[in-house]
């Protein structure tokens, strides 16, 4: 069933391909493009992923290689102490950390560089100057410095080039250097241990970020192998900070770092930084929170390792606390600077709990990919949806669109999503277009094939369809009175048609798969959203039709887009065509 859904999509999109296309953004830079389609002839194969799960024993192997290349580039090890780094690991909330850090630490007047993964709409975003994803120019300036330092320098022994992520992680410490930043926030890319970026052998502080479960086939199964790959990242003498764990991984963390001599502390709740008002935070979501203490705690470590002034007060605090019966060095509390306030209040992460009000569609996009981060996104789509004016005559549409890649457990996160009770499920892969493998080389994958993708799709939506069948209940989002027995029912006072899941038998929400994110944005959109044309031709999928009356005539529609980061960032580049530019 799912091979003849495949097969009917591909037609889809051979057929659909001149119908539904957009427009390409205005061509950049010639040097840019070129340098963007040399960067992806590095991206990461399957044969060089099944190479570094053989070397996962031997990180030795992994960091030599890494040093080689770094050293064929121009630059040797040493070199990287004068960036001033902060290095930051974790499962999730890492990159939100390292970006209140950087805006943080900016806010005192700092010039600062930022290096994150993975980029959302444009692959400059991961190299970021004072906040702002380098230019086109200095991308290609950079690109081919680094590149063809590399090329010349192959010989029988060093014949190859390093993949993607090694390559732009070496590409950003030559911008960092050379952009003479007074400090590099680095985010670590998968684990800790055998990351590309531990090859920073001398940072000022290191942090960790909450644990999960992820990328297990690279970092192990247990959330006890992973806490071990993420302490890999702490160095003697170097202070470490972390949030608040579950009991064994936290031990795995403290022995981790007894183990390397590093001096690890937990960080203080949000809550202990707060005397009368709220800390204000440019990030929605509860569970921001332990992201802005953890930043806040290394922050004020690196201006004080730094010998800065302007550190904030120390609050009177017990010096340990007892988790688990055993002792865990507590980081103090402090008075938080104006700097630190302003840095917190003004930080901005796309595609981290984000919010795009475009018309009567309103768009939450949320890049959780894991169990915890998707429980997390949940709460916060609830709050943020419900904190919204209802229409006045009821009229609302709630739409999820969502795909998943990787190793991830999709069952999982899916069965998450159901207490949203969404009106529609979409899934699609994380191309935005039909013809993007050739017009968008900025989102390019080339680990993905089309088949596989829309199988994923397929599986998906059989999943969904499948989790609805085995829950019932009822929809706490809308009025008792208006509980009704069917999927389509008029409000007598109003005569307006109201999705209302039926009940008390199970769920009866529509599914519908689509070959690429530009035909599921306008399907949903209808033409409401001034970003969006509207969609050309019939989903063959009768649900799609009726669907499409109903998305036409509610006076609010609220779409959900989770599941993958990459999914979020072809979204934003079709919802906000500035990011292209």
């Known amino acids: 069933m799912v091979a ?60 030599e290689a890494m040093r080689g290349f770094l050293e064929r580039s121009g630059l040797k090890v040493e070199d990287l102490d004068q960036l001033n780094i902060i290095h930051v690991t974790g499962t999730k909330g890492k990159g939100s950390a390292c970006a209140f850090t950087e805006c943080i630490l900016r806010s005192y007047g700092l010039k600062t560089g930022f290096y994150s993964s993975p980029h959302l709409v444009q692959v400059r975003e991961r190299i970021r100057i004072n906040g702002q994803p380098i230019s086109r120019e200095l991308f290609s300036k950079y690109f081919w410095l680094v590149y063809n330092r590399l090329e010349e320098t192959k010989d029988p022994a060093h014949g190859s080039m390093p993949a993607y992520f090694r390559f732009l992680t070496i590409m950003a410490f030559h911008v960092f250097l050379q952009e003479k930043v007074d400090l590099a926030v680095v985010e670590v890319g998968i684990g800790g241990a055998y990351d590309c970026t531990n090859i920073i052998r001398a940072p000022v502080v290191c942090g960790v970020s909450s644990l999960g479960i992820d990328h297990t ?153 894991t169990t915890s981060s998707i429980q997390a996104c949940v709460r916060w789509f609830r709050q943020a949806a419900l904190g919204q004016d209802k229409p006045h005559d009821g009229s609302e549409v709630r739409v999820l669109l969502f795909n998943a890649t990787g190793d991830r457990d999709t069952a999982a996160l899916l069965k998450l999503l159901l207490p949203c009770h969404f009106d529609y499920a979409v899934f699609c892969p994380n191309f935005t277009q039909v013809t993007s493998v050739t017009s968008n080389a900025d989102q390019q994958n080339f680990n993905v094939t089309v088949e596989n993708a ?31 027995g069917g999927l389509l029912q008029p409000a007598p006072s109003r005569g307006t048609l109201l999705l ?73 580049r079709l919802l906000d065509p500035t990011l292209s530019q």
């Open 4 to 63: 003849r859904g495949v097969r009917a999509l591909r037609g889809a999109l051979r057929g659909a391909g001149r119908r539904f296309g957009t427009r390409p953004a205005r061509a950049p830079a010639m040097d840019y493009q070129d340098a963007i389609r040399t960067l992806n002839t590095l991206q990461t194969n399957a044969s060089f992923l099944e190479q570094v799960k053989r070397e996962r024993g031997d990180p030795q192997a992994q960091l």
């Open 217 to 369: 086939s690279i970092l192990g199964d247990t959330m006890e192998k992973i806490a071990w790959q993420k302490g890999g990242i702490f160095k003697p003498g170097v202070p470490a900070f972390t949030v608040a764990q579950p009991e064994r991984p936290l031990e795995v963390l403290r022995d981790r770092a007894q183990e390397r001599e590093c001096p690890l502390y937990l960080c203080p709740e949000l809550d202990d930084f707060e005397d009368h008002d709220a800390l204000e935070l440019g990030l929605a979501g509860s569970h921001q929170r332990g992201n802005a203490a953890l930043a806040l705690q290394l922050a004020r470590t690196w201006l004080q390792r730094r010998s800065c002034w302007g550190l904030g007060e120390l609050k009177e605090m017990p010096s340990s606390t007892v988790l688990a019966g055993r002792p865990v060095p507590l980081a103090p509390a402090f008075q938080p600077t104006d700097a630190m306030i302003q840095g917190l209040r003004d930080t901005e992460w796309l595609g981290r709990t984000q919010v795009l009000p475009h018309g009567p569609v309103t768009w939450y996009l949320d890049g959780a990919h």
């Open 500 to 572: 209302v899941p039926p009940s008390p038998r199970p769920l009866n929400s529509p599914s519908l798969v689509f070959p690429c994110l530009a035909q599921a944005l306008r399907w949903v959109a209808q033409g409401r959203d001034p970003h969006l044309a509207a969609p050309v031709g019939a989903h063959p999928h009768p649900a799609a039709s009726s669907g499409a009356v109903l998305l036409r005539e509610a006076a609010a529609i609220r779409v959900l887009v989770t599941g993958s980061l990459h999914l979020v960032g072809g979204a934003l």
């Open 454 to 484: 829309l199988t994923r799709c397929l599986e998906n939506q059989q999943t969904w369809t499948r989790l609805l069948e085995e829950k019932g209940g009822q929809d706490p989002w809308l009025p008792a009175p208006l509980r009704v």
